[in-house]
Nanobody
Framework: QVQLVESGGGLVQAGDSLRLSCAAS????????MYWFRQAPGKEREFVAV????????SYADSVKGRFAISRDNAKNTVYLQMNSLKPEDTAVYYC??????????????????WGQGTQVTVSS
């Protein structure tokens, strides 16, 4: 069992930076792949980034590539999302998710093992 708690969201201006954290409970953190998703009001959930168990592989949505960076610290059971050059269209609730599988995040009905409760990010123009 893995419990995930996001933090670090807030209200910022366009061009600012934020770092989100997702703290995981349990001893199995290093065995799970970690994802970040987001969901804006009235829109579908959107993949943001993924990082492999050891942190050696990452992938990003085109909309955030070059601005966001995902990382993890397995000693601290935490995954991070560094968000730079934020835009109003980045406004959403951001969720972290844990899963055994790295891949297939483009499938709309793909399920994930564990989800956090989300943290709100609001970017004003």
């Amino acid at each position: 069992q893995v419990q995930l708690v996001e933090s670090g969201g807030g209200l910022v201006q366009a061009g600012d930076s934020l770092r989100l954290s997702c703290a995981a409970s349990g001893r199995t953190f290093s065995s799970v792949v970690m994802y970040w998703f987001r969901q804006a009001p009235g829109k579908e959930r959107e993949f943001v980034a993924v990082i492999s168990r050891g942190g050696g592989s990452t992938s990003y949505a085109d909309s955030v590539k070059g601005r966001f960076a995902i990382s993890r610290d397995n000693a601290k059971n935490t995954v991070y999302l560094q968000m730079n050059s934020l835009k109003p269209e980045d406004t959403a609730v951001y969720y972290c998710a844990a899963d055994r599988v790295y891949g297939s995040w483009w499938l709309p009905n793909r399920s994930y093992d564990y989800w956090g409760q989300g943290t709100q990010v609001t970017v004003s123009s």
